[in-house]
């Protein structure tokens, strides 16, 4: 059973540009966390969805990020014209469901705004 | 409101020494807490958690972990540390009744041989 997959591992931006981080869950898991992990910083939450829906976006900058989960294909953290703030480890979690259970991180994507 | 702290940045073991790794918590209800590590450039990988039960709960690697609720603890050890053991540990907690977690600022640990 793989587990969670984020692609790209690393991603280079210049000021301004898009970013596009893809999360391909656990198999059987149907909820996703995104996590975002400063330099010398434990990891914050963003968001959490479940497929089609988004449940919680408190931790998400209102400006400039969104994310999505459809129903087919895997989630998808998008940050417009990005900034060197943005630079960071970004992280997504899955889990079967969102009561008891752990969730799973993947690798994590490195984002490198330049 | 809830949060983690973890008081040392760094800890620093010889092989074969008992290692611990401190965390305390706050949470407005019943905690749901966890230990993850992170090796370099690597995602979290999930060591143990504890929900309920017995106190010490016991994870991968060796390691385990006591929750004391009158201290609001919850420290990670392992009896017998191994160089491999060095990476960066996180502590998180979660109220039973919320889905996300909140991270401590990680604690380096090093073995030296």
């Known amino acids: 059973n793989a587990g969670v997959m984020q692609n790209p591992r690393h991603l280079v931006r210049r000021r301004g540009q898009e970013a596009r981080l893809r999360c391909s869950p656990m198999?059987?898991?149907?909820?996703v966390y995104w996590y975002r992990q400063l330099p010398e910083e434990g990891l914050k939450f963003m968001v959490y969805l479940q497929k089609e829906n988004i449940i919680d976006e408190s931790g998400m900058p209102k400006e400039r990020f969104s994310a999505e989960f459809p129903k087919e294909g895997p989630s998808i953290l998008r940050i417009q014209q990005v900034v060197r703030g943005d630079s960071a480890a970004y992280f997504c979690?899955?889990?079967?469901?969102?009561?008891?259970?752990?969730?799973?991180f993947g690798p994590g994507t490195r984002l490198l705004v330049l | 409101a809830q949060s983690v702290a973890q008081p040392e940045d760094q800890v620093n073991v010889a092989e074969g020494n008992p290692l611990t790794v401190k965390c305390t918590y706050s949470v407005s209800g019943n905690p749901y807490l966890f230990w993850y590590v992170q090796y370099p450039n690597r995602g979290l990988q999930f060591l143990l958690k504890?929900?309920?039960?017995?106190?010490l709960v016991k994870g991968s690697y060796g390691f385990e972990a006591e929750f004391n609720k009158s201290q609001t603890s919850f420290h990670l050890k392992k009896p017998s540390a191994l160089v491999s053991d060095s990476a960066l540990y996180f502590c998180a907690v979660r109220d039973k009744n919320d889905y996300k977690l909140s991270f401590g600022a990680g604690t380096t640990v090093t073995v030296r041989a």
């Open positions: 198999k059987g898991h149907s909820h």
């Open positions: 979690a899955s889990s079967p469901s969102a009561g008891l259970e752990t969730q799973y």
């Open positions: 504890y929900i309920t039960g017995d106190n």
